[in-house]
């Protein structure tokens, strides 16, 4: 049976947990992790030519070319604002999940203004120890309380400009709340250009989008959209995420 997602805090946790390890299980039979060291390694013809010298000009050692760091692949932004506050548990979750999946991706949680946690993921395995650090330490800034996307998209276009790349994939989790603020799609829309995928999940209904200050319908012209308050929905996601790459020409 198609089931809600858990929206208790702590008290549905294991329920949380259950649901995110099912994501991880179908993340992992996709084969989205790359673990070969060499698979994609290119030989370096003259080090080991040169190399092959101390061996009678037999090329017992292969030389590799340096290996480029990677851009990291996936990107997050979770909104942690009281407005999704039943949502939150989940999305960190989530992240928590992916930070055990995929080796490159970078993490950020927004109230008014974006703060990266990717470090907490990596040095933080508990899960509750990592809600706690990123309540108290992530710098998350929340003078009002109320969500601003459009300096959220400003902040973040900064931080990543350089980095996000067609192959990356950007992951937006919230509501699309703006409390009556500039959402700014037109920023939006560039870091969408910029990455090759761009989902957005939603933890409301599709029939409350796009009512009160709900501007979903600016952001959904230039990413994919979810519900994802119910199991079913979620599995929607999952099977798009773990879909191939297919880097367009730019």
Not at 83 to 89: D, N, Y
Request: hydrophobic residues 40%; contains cysteine; positive net charge.
């Amino acid at each position: 049976l198609d089931r809600a997602l858990p929206s208790g805090p702590l008290a549905d946790l294991a329920a949380v947990h259950r649901v995110v390890a099912q994501l991880r299980r179908r993340l992992a039979t996709q084969g989205m992790q790359n673990r070969g060291h060499r698979r994609h390694a290119h030989v370096d013809v003259r080090r080991t030519m040169r190399a092959s010298l101390q061996t009678g000009g037999v090329p017992v050692v292969l030389k590799f070319r340096p290996r480029r760091p990677k851009r990291p692949e996936i990107y997050v932004l979770c909104d942690v604002s009281t407005s999704v506050t039943s949502a939150s548990v989940f999305f960190l979750s989530v992240l928590h999940a992916l930070h055990d999946t995929f080796r490159k991706m970078r993490s950020f949680v927004f109230i008014e203004r974006i703060s990266e946690v990717t470090d907490v993921f990596e040095h933080e395995r508990n899960f509750k120890t990592v809600s706690e650090r990123i309540s108290s330490d992530a710098g998350v800034a929340d003078i009002s309380g109320y969500t601003d996307y459009g300096r959220v998209w400003s902040e973040f276009l900064v931080q990543v400009e350089d980095d996000l790349h067609p192959r990356a994939t950007v992951i937006v989790l919230g509501d699309a709340r703006t409390n009556g603020r500039d959402p700014r799609a037109d920023i939006f829309a560039q870091i969408a250009a910029r990455a090759g995928r761009t989902f957005w999940l939603n933890p409301e209904p599709r029939l409350y989008w796009n009512y009160g200050d709900s501007v979903i319908a600016a952001y959904e012209e230039h990413c994919t959209a979810f519900e994802c308050w119910t199991t079913a929905q979620l599995e929607d996601f999952v099977r798009a995420l773990t879909r191939p790459v297919i880097a367009a020409a730019r």
